[in-house]
């Protein structure tokens, strides 16, 4: 079995029973912008290795502040999806009306 951590940018973990790094940048430090988003993805791909990341799950698309390198490394096969699966949940301040939104999310796995 393959060693690594995923990058998640969900808000919600409660149930992940994996290693992980939080990446959304507007709640955690982890993915810092201004290194992350370079239009060639070399500064992603720096902060990437250095978390030990094998595997990214994005949900449907990646946080506007690292919208810029993502697509550049998946265009580059450096980043290929490997799954994807919709996904559904409860939704609004009352849960008890069982509002549910379905999101696709996609794991991407970091090639080198």
């Not at 149930?15 to 500064?43: E, T």
């Not at 094998?54 to 450096?78: G, M, T």
Request: include cysteine; charged fraction near 25%.
């Amino acid at each position: 079995m393959e060693s690594g951590n995923a990058l998640v940018f969900q808000r919600h973990l409660y149930y992940l029973r994996i290693p992980y790094a939080y990446g959304d940048p507007s709640f955690s430090w982890v993915m810092d912008p201004a290194k992350c988003n370079d239009p060639q993805g070399l500064g992603l791909l720096h902060a990437l290795r250095k978390l030990n990341i094998k595997w990214v799950v994005k949900d449907p698309d990646y946080p506007a502040a690292l919208r810029d390198s993502f697509p550049e490394l998946e265009r580059q096969k450096v980043l290929v999806p490997i799954a994807s699966a919709d996904l559904e949940s409860l939704t609004g301040i009352s849960r008890i009306h069982r509002n549910k939104h379905t999101t696709r999310v996609t794991i991407m796995e970091l090639v080198d």
